[in-house]
């Protein structure tokens, strides 16, 4: 059975820092892409950054470069996004997914397998 496990949101104040992990569990690092999305209330699904397998290649969102960075620990079958520099328009629910290819993948649709998300509320 495949499962992604979102853990480390919470409350946090505008300026502050969080880490985001997901853990994977049923598929591979070395043949899927993770990637995190986020979701605000009112607001269609965001790519934020996404990684593929084994690490080989990155890509980050406009909107969080410079603030947010993605990484994995293949050893421990799980992803980071380290989140730096948090402003209250960063607030969501926040996602991993795994997607059945080898690269980065941007599309929302092109993911397989979801968590449950993980809630991130930054405070001005």
């Known amino acids: 059975e495949v499962q992604l496990v979102e853990s480390g949101g919470g409350l946090v104040q505008a300026g502050g820092s969080l880490r985001l992990s997901c853990t994977v569990s049923?598929?591979?690092?070395?043949?899927?892409?993770i990637g995190w999305f986020r979701q605000a209330p009112g607001k269609e699904r965001e790519g934020v950054s996404c990684?593929?397998?084994?690490?080989?290649?990155?890509h980050v969102a406009d909107s969080v470069k410079g603030r947010f960075t993605i990484s994995s620990d293949n050893a421990k079958n799980t992803v980071y996004l380290q989140m730096n520099s948090l402003k209250p328009e960063d607030t969501a629910v926040y996602y991993c997914?795994?997607?059945?290819?080898?690269?980065?993948?941007?599309?929302?649709?092109?993911?397989?397998?979801w968590g449950q998300g993980t809630q991130v509320t930054v405070s001005s």
């Open positions: 990684i593929g397998s084994r690490g080989a290649s990155t």
């Open positions: 997914a795994g997607a059945s290819v080898p690269y980065t993948v941007v599309r929302a649709a092109s993911y397989d397998y």
């Open positions: 049923g598929f591979s690092f070395d043949d899927y892409a």
